[in-house]
C-alpha cells in the first residue's frame, strides 16, 4: 500500500486561458506608498477591510457587479514562505470549486527571485492533502509560474515535503519495514541511485547486532536500506554527503511499553528516514555535485516474548556494549550501528535525521528541531540556511560534562543517562560511535504538526530538511 507516497498535487501552470486573477503581494511597509497609486474604488475597499499588508491578510477586490478582479495578500518583511498560504486559505474559503476550477492566479510583485520561490513553495505547501482514506475533493486554486521564479527548484523541495509528509502519514500497518525499504528503492529508481538492502539475516551476519536486537520482536523483519547515488558533475573529487535517517516504523516502547497518549502518534518514529529521504529527493532532483548516501536502519519496536529487554547487554557494530535501561530508548540503538557503518566509509559529512527525544520537545519545542555538531563552523552555518529558508533549527552543546552520565558498570555504556538534559544525552550517545575526524550533524526532530497552519496541515510534517538541504547545497554546491 505505498502507491500514493508519491503523489503531488502540482497545482502550477506555465500558462493557461482561463480567466486570470492578479494576486498582489504587499508589505506592511510598502504598502502606505502602494495604496496611494490605486483607485478610488481598491482603496475604499481596503480602507473597509482594515487591509494594511500585514501578514497573513488576504482581501478579494471585487467590481462593480461584486465580481473578484484580484487579491489582496500581506506579507512579512522579509518574505515568510508561509504568507502566500493564508492567501491560498482566503481563496477556498471565499470562492466555490467552478470558481476556483475557472481561474488562474498570478503573482504580481516586483519581489526577487528567491522571495517569488517562496511565495510558490508556500503555495504548494498548502496544496497538499493525505486523502487515501477520507475522500477530499476540495478544490485548488492554480498558480501561474512566475517568470523571474525557478519551476524545478520549487518542484523539488514541494516532491520532498510531499514525500515527508505521506510517509510520516501512513499508517504503520501500511508502512512496515518492507514498505518503507521499498520507498527507498523506488526513489533510488527514479533517480538512477543504487541501492542495497541488508534483510535481517544479513544484519547478523554482517555485523549490524543492535539494528537486529532493536527489530527481533517484530514479524515485520529489521533491516538497513544502503542507497548511493553520483551526480554527474565535472568536480574531479565530488564531497561524499552521507544521511542517516531513524526508520522505527512503529515504536510501542518495546517492554518498556509507553503509555497510551504517548504511543497514539508513534507511527511518526520513522520520520527520521522520512527525512533522510526527502533531503535525498532534493539533492537528487536538483542535482548537487555530491556523492550521496542515504543508510536506513529500520525496525519496528514490538513486544513479544523475544523482545530485547531492559537489563540486556547488546554489542555494536562498534565493538562497544551498551547496557538497555529502557527499550523506548531503541532509536539511538539502531541509528548508532548505521552510523558506525557510514563513518567506516569517511565521507566528508554525516548528518542523522531522528525523531528521538522528549528531551528535545521540552527545550525547544515541536517546530524546532534540536541539532548539534562536533565543528563550530557548521553550527554557525546551519543555523544561517535555516533562517534564510524559514526551517528553524537550534543549536545545542555536545557538552562534555555530561559525557560520563552514560559510562555503564558491567558495560561500555547504557542506552540512557541521568535523564537531565535527555537529548544531549542522546546526542552525547551517538558521538559515541561517530569518528572524530568525521564532520557530523544530528538533528532531534517532531516530524509532526500537532494542529493545522494554512501549509502545514495536522500531520507529518518537515522539520529541518530544507535547512539541511541549503546547507549542503552552500557547502558543496
Ligand atoms: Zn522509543
Redesign the pocket.
Same mark, same amino acid.
Given at each position: 500500500m505505498t502507491e500514493h507516497i508519491f503523489n503531488f498535487p502540482a497545482p502550477f501552470a506555465k500558462s493557461s486561458k482561463k480567466t486570470v486573477i492578479p494576486v498582489y503581494f504587499i508589505s506592511a511597509s510598502d504598502f502606505p506608498k502602494w495604496i496611494k497609486k490605486q483607485n478610488k474604488s481598491l482603496i475604499a475597499q481596503a480602507y473597509q477591510a482594515n487591509f494594511i499588508g500585514q501578514a497573513k491578510q488576504a482581501l478579494s477586490i471585487v467590481d462593480a457587479k461584486a465580481a473578484p478582479i484580484k487579491i489582496l495578500a500581506g506579507i512579512k518583511d522579509p518574505a515568510y514562505y508561509l504568507d502566500s498560504a493564508s492567501v491560498v486559505q482566503h481563496i477556498q474559503n471565499s470562492y466555490g470549486k467552478d470558481f476556483i476550477n475557472d481561474h488562474v492566479f498570478e503573482i504580481i510583485s516586483d519581489h526577487e527571485e528567491d522571495i517569488l520561490n517562496k511565495i510558490c513553495l508556500g503555495w504548494g505547501m498548502a496544496a497538499y492533502k493525505f486523502d487515501v482514506y477520507k475522500k477530499n475533493d476540495k478544490a485548488f486554486p492554480t498558480l501561474l509560474w512566475p517568470a523571474k521564479a525557478l519551476p524545478k527548484e520549487v518542484t523539488a523541495k514541494l516532491e520532498a515535503v510531499s514525500l515527508l509528509r505521506n510517509l510520516v502519514n501512513t499508517p504503520a500497518a501500511d508502512l512496515g519495514t518492507d514498505e518503507l525499504a521499498d520507498v527507498a528503492k523506488d526513489l533510488a529508481k527514479k533517480h538512477k541511485a543504487k541501492v542495497k538492502i541488508f534483510d535481517d539475516g544479513d544484519l547478523k551476519k554482517k555485523n549490524f547486532p543492535m539494528i537486529y536486537a532493536v527489530g527481533k520482536a517484530s514479524p515485520r523483519r529489521p533491516q538497513l536500506v544502503d542507497l548511493k547515488w553520483k551526480s554527474n558533475t565535472k568536480k574531479s573529487k565530488p564531497a561524499k554527503v552521507t544521511i542517516v535517517g531513524k526508520g522505527?516504523v512503529y515504536?510501542?516502547?518495546?517492554l %518498556?511499553l509507553?503509555p497510551g497518549q504517548y504511543m497514539r502518534d508513534?507511527k511518526k518514529?520513522m520520520g527520521g528516514a522520512a527525512h533522510a529521504l526527502a533531503v535525498a529527493h532534493m539533492i537528487m532532483a536538483l542535482n548537487l555535485p555530491i556523492e550521496l548516501r542515504v543508510l536506513l536502519p529500520i525496525a519496528e %519496536?514490538a513486544v513479544a516474548g523475544n523482545s530485547y529487554r531492559p537489563g540486556d547487554i547488546l554489542n555494536s557494530r562498534k565493538g562497544i556494549t551498551v547496557e538497555i535501561c529502557?527499550?523506548?530508548?531503541?532509536?539511538r540503538l539502531i541509528v548508532a550501528d548505521a552510523l558506525t557503518y557510514a563513518c567506516e566509509e569517511k565521507p566528508d559529512l554525516l548528518v542523522d535525521f531522528c525523531t528521538l527525544t522528549g528531551a528535545a520537545r521540552v527545550a525547544v519545542g515541536y517546530d524546532i528541531p534540536a541539532f548539534f555538531s562536533n565543528d563550530d563552523d557548521i553550527l554557525d552555518d546551519l543555523r544561517h540556511s535555516s533562517v534564510i529558508v524559514d526551517d528553524p533549527v537550534w543549536p545545542f552543546p555536545l557538552w562534555d560534562g555530561y559525557d560520563s552520565n552514560l559510562n555503564g558498570s558491567i558495560s561500555d555504556i547504557k542506552n540512557e543517562g541521568t535523564g537531565r538534559a535527555g537529548h544531549i544525552e542522546a546526542a552525547l550517545f551517538l558521538q559515541r560511535f561517530i569518528d572524530k575526524k568525521t564532520d557530523w550533524i544530528h538533528l532531534d526532530c517532531y516530524a509532526w504538526q500537532n494542529s493545522d497552519i494554512p501549509g502545514r496541515p495536522q500531520g507529518g510534517a518537515d522539520t529541518g530538511a530544507r535547512a539541511i538541504f541549503d546547507f549542503i547545497r552552500k557547502r558543496y554546491g
Amino acid at each position: 500500500m505505498t502507491e500514493h507516497i508519491f503523489n503531488f498535487p502540482a497545482p502550477f501552470a506555465k500558462s493557461s486561458k482561463k480567466t486570470v486573477i492578479p494576486v498582489y503581494f504587499i508589505s506592511a511597509s510598502d504598502f502606505p506608498k502602494w495604496i496611494k497609486k490605486q483607485n478610488k474604488s481598491l482603496i475604499a475597499q481596503a480602507y473597509q477591510a482594515n487591509f494594511i499588508g500585514q501578514a497573513k491578510q488576504a482581501l478579494s477586490i471585487v467590481d462593480a457587479k461584486a465580481a473578484p478582479i484580484k487579491i489582496l495578500a500581506g506579507i512579512k518583511d522579509p518574505a515568510y514562505y508561509l504568507d502566500s498560504a493564508s492567501v491560498v486559505q482566503h481563496i477556498q474559503n471565499s470562492y466555490g470549486k467552478d470558481f476556483i476550477n475557472d481561474h488562474v492566479f498570478e503573482i504580481i510583485s516586483d519581489h526577487e527571485e528567491d522571495i517569488l520561490n517562496k511565495i510558490c513553495l508556500g503555495w504548494g505547501m498548502a496544496a497538499y492533502k493525505f486523502d487515501v482514506y477520507k475522500k477530499n475533493d476540495k478544490a485548488f486554486p492554480t498558480l501561474l509560474w512566475p517568470a523571474k521564479a525557478l519551476p524545478k527548484e520549487v518542484t523539488a523541495k514541494l516532491e520532498a515535503v510531499s514525500l515527508l509528509r505521506n510517509l510520516v502519514n501512513t499508517p504503520a500497518a501500511d508502512l512496515g519495514t518492507d514498505e518503507l525499504a521499498d520507498v527507498a528503492k523506488d526513489l533510488a529508481k527514479k533517480h538512477k541511485a543504487k541501492v542495497k538492502i541488508f534483510d535481517d539475516g544479513d544484519l547478523k551476519k554482517k555485523n549490524f547486532p543492535m539494528i537486529y536486537a532493536v527489530g527481533k520482536a517484530s514479524p515485520r523483519r529489521p533491516q538497513l536500506v544502503d542507497l548511493k547515488w553520483k551526480s554527474n558533475t565535472k568536480k574531479s573529487k565530488p564531497a561524499k554527503v552521507t544521511i542517516v535517517g531513524k526508520g522505527v516504523v512503529y515504536d510501542t516502547g518495546g517492554l %518498556n511499553l509507553k503509555p497510551g497518549q504517548y504511543m497514539r502518534d508513534m507511527k511518526k518514529d520513522m520520520g527520521g528516514a522520512a527525512h533522510a529521504l526527502a533531503v535525498a529527493h532534493m539533492i537528487m532532483a536538483l542535482n548537487l555535485p555530491i556523492e550521496l548516501r542515504v543508510l536506513l536502519p529500520i525496525a519496528e %519496536n514490538a513486544v513479544a516474548g523475544n523482545s530485547y529487554r531492559p537489563g540486556d547487554i547488546l554489542n555494536s557494530r562498534k565493538g562497544i556494549t551498551v547496557e538497555i535501561c529502557d527499550t523506548d530508548a531503541e532509536g539511538r540503538l539502531i541509528v548508532a550501528d548505521a552510523l558506525t557503518y557510514a563513518c567506516e566509509e569517511k565521507p566528508d559529512l554525516l548528518v542523522d535525521f531522528c525523531t528521538l527525544t522528549g528531551a528535545a520537545r521540552v527545550a525547544v519545542g515541536y517546530d524546532i528541531p534540536a541539532f548539534f555538531s562536533n565543528d563550530d563552523d557548521i553550527l554557525d552555518d546551519l543555523r544561517h540556511s535555516s533562517v534564510i529558508v524559514d526551517d528553524p533549527v537550534w543549536p545545542f552543546p555536545l557538552w562534555d560534562g555530561y559525557d560520563s552520565n552514560l559510562n555503564g558498570s558491567i558495560s561500555d555504556i547504557k542506552n540512557e543517562g541521568t535523564g537531565r538534559a535527555g537529548h544531549i544525552e542522546a546526542a552525547l550517545f551517538l558521538q559515541r560511535f561517530i569518528d572524530k575526524k568525521t564532520d557530523w550533524i544530528h538533528l532531534d526532530c517532531y516530524a509532526w504538526q500537532n494542529s493545522d497552519i494554512p501549509g502545514r496541515p495536522q500531520g507529518g510534517a518537515d522539520t529541518g530538511a530544507r535547512a539541511i538541504f541549503d546547507f549542503i547545497r552552500k557547502r558543496y554546491g
